[in-house]
């Protein structure tokens, strides 16, 4: 992902897209900040790390395009929107929420969840499955919904 960035920059330099340089600037940065921290505790960052990282940077951008919103400032949601634009390129394909229900369904049969107090083995059977390409936030709720209904 790391040489993907890098071409990505000089590419974006060359074009003189300055918001697409600095936000894979950005992204590299958090990147190798992450990367400081695993090597302090003896690890080495992982593909899901790398993931993880994206995942966040996205994440804290949707939250600033709300707040952005509520205030009145269209001018920073839409840069905020740019920039998610740009860090999700790097991300894998994210599940529609049909392809969502049919893995919840399929991770709570697998996992013989019977109700709530399941939850989380059900969620981490999807993490260890589709980290990446799953919005664990709705997960959750649909998670939530279906063991209720139990």
Do not use: H
Not at 11 to 36: C, F, H, P, Y
Not at 43 to 59: G, H, N, P, R, Y
């Amino acid at each position: 992902m790391r040489e993907e960035l890098s071409s990505a920059v000089k590419a974006a330099m060359k074009s003189g897209d300055r918001l697409r340089v600095d936000t894979l600037r950005m992204v590299q940065s958090a990147l190798k900040n992450r990367e400081i921290e695993a090597r302090g505790a003896g690890k080495s960052l992982s593909a899901e790390d790398e993931l993880s990282v994206l995942q966040k940077l996205v994440k804290s951008r949707q939250e600033s395009v709300e707040l952005y919103e509520k205030g009145g400032r269209q001018d920073l949601a839409s840069k905020e929107r740019a920039e998610i634009a740009i860090i999700s390129e790097f991300l894998p394909q994210q599940m529609g929420d049909d392809d969502m229900k049919a893995a919840i369904v399929a991770a709570i049969g697998a996992t013989g969840a019977a109700g709530m107090k399941d939850m989380g083995k059900v969620i981490g059977a999807l993490r260890a499955q589709y980290a990446g390409r799953m919005d664990f936030g709705k997960a959750s709720a649909l998670v939530k919904a279906a063991l209720s209904g139990r």
